[in-house]
């Protein structure tokens, strides 16, 4: 993940309640029109709960899979 992948993952983020699963996020990110980008970076994180935003954006992979 690049320092912009990272901004548009926290951004896209915002506003969401904490804790949340992977499955949440990638919902949350798709319904506030986020790019393809950062879904694919949201879709690569492992499944689990994430306690807050930050942790979320540090977990996505560095080099998401591409679809």
Same mark, same amino acid.
């Given at each position: 993940?690049?320092?912009? +992948?990272?901004l548009?993952?926290?951004?896209?983020l915002?506003? =969401?309640?904490?804790?949340?699963?992977?499955? +949440?996020m990638?919902?949350?990110?798709?319904?506030?029109?986020? #790019?393809?980008g950062? =879904?694919?970076? =949201?879709?690569?994180? !492992?499944?689990?709960?994430?306690?807050?935003?930050?942790?979320?954006?540090? #977990?996505? !992979?560095?080099? !998401?899979?591409? #679809?």
């Open positions: 993940m690049t320092d912009r +992948d990272e548009r993952a926290s951004k896209a915002q506003g =969401l309640q904490f804790p949340t699963t992977k499955a +949440d990638v919902e949350y990110a798709r319904e506030r029109s986020a #790019s393809e950062t =879904l694919r970076a =949201l879709e690569a994180l !492992p499944e689990g709960q994430y306690a807050n935003r930050e942790q979320a954006v540090e #977990s996505v !992979p560095q080099r !998401p899979e591409q #679809s």
